[in-house]
């Protein structure tokens, strides 16, 4: 394989483990273990690595090189400002579908409401995130603009990190089904002023439970693991490939 191809599968899999928590905000991230976790070498690693610092995902530890950033209550509203311009710019644009494409989309979207929607009624934080996070990919996705598509990837994974750095475990909102369905249902009534307003609202509220937790709705928590769980190698028989 390439050495670019290397490069973005270590990329790609340090965004995954920030997603998912595995590597918590404040945390270093020591050259030598990372590069034995994943089973590459150190040159592609400082490459990836250094593609993430571009993108404001990793950043650098006084004294201590990269890790991840703890983001501050500030940082954690802008994230949700830039979500908000991305989403809402995204939404206009899906606005301007015709008929077909915009039942097609909505029917998309609605099919991550019902996975909520089902991740909720069992208390499944995890399921119940990740549905969410799904969702909004794929609105911005179905706008049909690289642009908007890229931004809103980093933007997700520093949704996640708000949460990692805000709280000491991954909690969502328990009504999260309610207000997706409501986005779904103002974009398919091309609802224009409303559909805007709801996207405006979700992020609003959003910088409100993490920063004012106890102005926030009732929220569903994940169960982290006993131990930190390594990154693991990148395997030739396994999703990200081989290096």
């Known amino acids: 394989m390439s050495r670019s191809s ?8 340090i ?29 592609p690693l ?3 690595m250094q593609r993430l610092v571009q993108e404001g995902l990793l950043t650098s530890v006084r004294r ?20 908000a311009a991305v989403e809402r710019a995204a939404c206009l644009r899906l ?29 499944d934080a995890d399921h119940l995130g990740e549905a969410d996070i799904n969702f909004h990919r794929d609105l911005v996705d179905a706008a ?26 991954f909690t969502v909102p328990a009504d999260l089904p309610a207000d997706h369905e409501a986005i779904v249902a103002a974009l398919r009534e091309r609802d224009r002023e409303r559909l805007l307003g709801l996207v405006q609202s979700h992020m609003d509220e959003a910088v409100r439970r993490l920063t004012w937790p106890r102005a ?5 928590e ?18 990200h490939g081989t290096v």
């Open 46 to 48: 400082r490459e990836g």
């Open 216 to 220: 926030g709705k009732r929220t569903l």
């Open 64 to 83: 201590r090189g990269l890790g991840v950033p703890c983001l501050s209550a500030d940082e954690v509203t802008d994230v949700y400002v830039m979500r």
């Open 144 to 169: 049909g603009s690289s642009r908007l598509s890229r931004a809103i990837r980093t933007l997700l994974i520093e949704s996640r990190l708000s949460v990692f750095s805000m709280q000491d475990h």
């Open 95 to 123: 606005l301007a579908l015709d008929a077909a494409g915009l039942t097609a989309v909505a029917r998309s979207l609605e099919g991550e409401v019902r996975r909520m929607t089902r991740a909720s009624r069992k208390g």
């Open 6 to 13: 290397t490069v973005d599968l270590i990329a790609a899999r």
């Open 222 to 239: 994940a169960h982290p693991p006993e131990e930190p769980r390594g990154l693991g190698p990148i395997r030739r028989d396994g999703p």
């Open 15 to 43: 965004r995954e483990a920030i997603t998912a928590g595995d590597l918590p905000p404040g945390s270093p991230l020591g050259e030598a273990e990372l590069a034995e976790q994943l089973g590459v070498s150190r040159g």
